[in-house]
């Protein structure tokens, strides 16, 4: 018995081509454990044509669009298949919009966006393969987006 | 198509029965992902005997015995697999020892494992089934263990 057989998911959201490495920073983006108490799996270092890639599965919920941005900028390759009754209700690959407003906090403690006027944080996107962003106040470019997402 | 099959791992480590939600903190204590570039799958939620769970399973790594005890801070009830070409090779569940030596870093700023003498931190284990440690130099008592450990 070389295989195993798992039951495959209803409903949810099965966000696949996920960077090698980072399913773990999609998890904390959805806010994973805590925003889910049904089945959530995840597969890193999966061979695919393109060299290797993480899964996450999660059941029971379809991911929001603030949330396909953040993923976009960790997993810019991702794609994104929402589950219904068992087939793919929607498929599509997430993409870096040209502006991220409100996602990330400026590395800059001087920034405007970091003081106490209310100003949400703003960013241009400068390369959308390769994820870069310039904060659209200071134009400081934070060296690990992922850190710093809100 | 209700199922997939997955293979099942050839070398590695099974860990079972995790506390259901404490995956995430479980491939923290690996260092996961940046210590392994094999495949590693997780699973949460899993419905069991005993109510939820969570699984992890790392390919061709088996885990330590000092991972082992940060496991059991967490996830009390885990049990580990050592998978040699897909047979169990050795199965335990993982076991709280009486003493946390160089594991956890206490709350207390003030205390003399926290200063700028060699003294490793070290924690009696006042209960095993809900893990609660307490300080052997300063008797505070950590609220998430999780969060501090090292």
Redesign the interface.
């Known amino acids: 018995?070389?295989?195993?057989?798992?039951?495959?998911i209803k409903d949810g959201t099965v966000i696949d081509h996920i960077t090698?490495?980072?399913?773990?920073k999609v998890?904390h983006i959805l806010g994973?454990?805590?925003t889910?108490?049904?089945?959530?799996?995840?597969?890193?270092?999966?061979r695919s044509r393109l060299g290797?890639k993480d899964i996450v599965k999660v059941e029971n919920r379809e991911i929001d669009p603030n949330e396909v941005n953040k993923i976009a900028l960790i997993a810019p390759k991702a794609t994104i298949n929402i589950i219904r009754e068992?087939e793919v209700a929607k498929k599509y690959r997430v993409q870096l919009p040209d502006e991220i407003i409100g996602i990330v906090r400026c590395a800059n403690p001087t920034c405007v966006s970091n003081s106490s006027e209310p100003v949400k944080s703003r960013f241009i996107v400068t390369n959308k393969d390769e994820p870069q962003i310039k904060c659209y106040f200071c134009e400081r470019e934070p060296e690990d987006i992922a850190d710093r997402i809100i």
Chains 1, 2 share one sequence.
């Not at 090698?20 to 773990?24: F, R, S």
């Not at 889910?36 to 999966?46: G, L, T």
């Open positions: 018995m070389k295989e195993l057989k798992i039951p495959l090698a490495g980072n399913a773990v998890l994973i454990p805590k889910s108490s049904s089945i959530v799996s995840v597969a890193m270092n999966v290797k068992y």
